[in-house]
């Protein structure tokens, strides 16, 4: 058997990802340069590393078995965090419909588009937790502040999808319908909103899910629900009932997971 | 023709509407109603607000150099983490996808990876890693990676579910072993899908990393906690201002990869 390889003592070998080599050569120079110069000034301790692990140990066994006994705590806990969720999404996508039509290049003028992109730009760019330290400060501990952040959570994400959609909206039924004579909020009532609205819907529900997630977390820095729960227990060292709230908190993510994927998928 | 009003909605539909609004507004009225909220200072929010506002302006510019260079080792633990996230997702996609899994046990564990690590947000990765490693970015950068494996690894096995079994057959026909069908036949088709979430979750990471410092786990958000205890709201402002600058230029970046990738 006689092959090409063998005839003219040359293997096949994979083409590179990048053909140039100078080009190549120099990613993987700059990479590692970047890697050397990010792990030289982040000051790793090594030691510190190793000195971790029996701590590690000593947590980890002080968790297990979980500690579901302090239910009532635990029950309070999630159901204010559901509440609040619950609130701010419907607070939230009220307004971020508003504000995604104020970020529509195709239904209101220029400046106005602008100043809307840039609320939900804002809205989008800050963590939950950071707006909810804000809140907190500013109207005070408990659940209201995080009816209040996750509220502009919701803007940011919402707001930027719809004022998207919107955009794409078929203008013809806008012409149509402003063509009769309606004004602006008739043309909104009957033109656009007819589009958007299963778009809206389907991103509502999506937001609910979003927002559960980050109503367990926005109680660390004091803006109510579960969150301060599970803060408390750990500073406490109760490592076993942390674990149970966290055991209890993935369970109640997955549930409402499947549950707003299998609505969603029955409204489309 | 006289006395006929056009309606948008038959009496059905309306009827329909007017029970969901029913709903909905109950649903509201029970959460709120049941919730630990105090009144006066609701009332009292937007003139707090402003107040808060108020003090915040103008941002002070003092600490910059110290802001800049706390911005800088955000981005680092964003990147070693999301690097460190595909080290650990990469075999964790591996034995999740239905189609290369070596062993249904091995599939189940997988996917207990992925749910778990997705699940537990970061800030509470974080609290579980201070509370080991002590204070300090070794606990951010590993709270970040644990986070990320869960959703990385996700949408690598979705993508190795989809790959066309064609091209597995043909390596194999070839008598290439296992490690060779994954590099020559796997590999390439689901490079693209790969990097592509690699880019979306460094995006995101730059968010998260932010964040970390509230619980003492490194970057910019140490010194937003910081200037907040001391109510230096000046500062607050300003470093508000950084973090906006600092994820809306790691959005731009994370575009112009994905363009030039994909």
Do not use: C
């Not at chain 1, 705590?73 to 995604?100: C, K, N, P, R, Y």
């Not at chain 1, 809140?135 to 005070?140: E, I, N, S, T």
């Amino acid at each position: 058997m006689s092959t090409v390889a063998q005839q003219g003592g040359r293997r096949w070998r994979k083409p590179p990802a990048i053909a140039n080599p100078y080009a190549r050569y120099a990613l993987f120079a700059a990479v590692a340069a970047y890697l050397v110069w990010a792990v030289v000034s982040l000051e790793l301790s090594w030691s510190r590393i190793m000195t971790g692990i029996p701590r590690a140990i000593q947590i980890f066994s002080r968790a297990f078995p979980p500690d579901f006994s302090r239910r009532g705590l635990m029950v309070d806990g999630f159901v204010e965090s559901i509440q609040i969720a619950l609130v701010a999404t419907l607070l939230g996508v009220v307004l971020s419909l508003v504000l995604g039509i104020l970020a529509a290049r195709n239904v209101v003028p220029r400046a106005v588009y602008l100043v809307g992109r840039a609320i939900i730009s804002i809205a989008r760019s800050f963590h939950p937790v950071i707006v909810a330290i804000i809140f907190v400060k500013a109207v005070g501990f408990g659940p209201f502040a995080g009816i209040l952040t996750l509220v502009i959570y919701s803007i940011g994400f919402v707001g930027k999808l719809m004022a998207e959609a919107i955009e794409e909206i078929d203008p013809g039924q806008v012409e149509a319908v402003r063509a009769s004579g309606a004004g602006f909020f008739k043309v909104l009532a009957y033109a656009v909103f007819p589009q958007v609205l299963p778009r809206q819907v389907g991103l509502s529900i999506y937001q609910l899910d979003s927002n559960l997630r980050a109503s367990a977390i926005v109680g660390i820095v004091g803006a109510g629900g579960i969150g301060g729960t599970l803060m408390n227990s750990f500073r406490r060292f109760d490592y076993d009932f942390s674990l149970a709230i966290l055991i209890v908190m993935i369970v109640i993510i997955l549930i409402s997971e499947a549950l707003s994927a299998r609505i969603r998928g029955a409204l489309t | 023709m006289t006395g006929y009003d056009w309606q948008r909605f038959t009496f059905t539909q309306r009827m329909w509407r007017f029970i969901a609004y029913l709903a909905t507004v109950a649903v509201l009225v029970w959460a709120v109603s049941d919730l630990d909220i105090y009144w006066p200072w609701v009332k009292d929010a937007p003139v707090q607000i402003a107040d808060l506002l108020g003090r915040m302006s103008p941002p002070k510019l003092t600490d910059l150099g110290q802001i800049g260079s706390a911005l800088v080792e955000t981005v680092h633990i964003a990147t070693i983490a999301t690097l460190l996230a595909l080290l650990l997702a990469v075999p964790t996609a591996y034995i999740a996808a239905r189609n290369t899994t070596p062993h249904p046990v091995l599939l189940w564990v997988g996917r207990f990876i992925v749910v778990s690590t997705r699940s537990v947000n970061t800030i509470i990765w974080a609290l579980l890693f201070v509370a080991i490693f002590g204070p300090g970015v070794v606990a951010g950068i590993l709270a970040i990676a644990f986070r990320s494996i869960g959703f990385v690894g996700k949408l690598m096995a979705e993508a190795i579910e989809e790959i066309d079994k064609r091209q597995v057959e043909a390596i194999q026909a070839t008598g290439a072993g296992r490690a060779k069908v994954v590099l020559y036949g796997i590999v390439p088709q689901v490079l693209p899908a790969f990097l592509a979430v690699a880019i979306l979750r460094w995006d995101i990471n730059i968010r998260e990393s932010t964040v970390l410092g509230l619980v003492g786990a490194g970057g910019i958000g140490l010194i937003l906690q910081g200037a907040i205890d001391l109510f230096d709201w000046q500062t607050v402002a300003t470093v508000l201002i950084a973090i906006l600058g600092i994820v809306v230029i790691g959005e731009m970046v994370s575009a112009a990869l994905r363009r030039r990738v994909l």
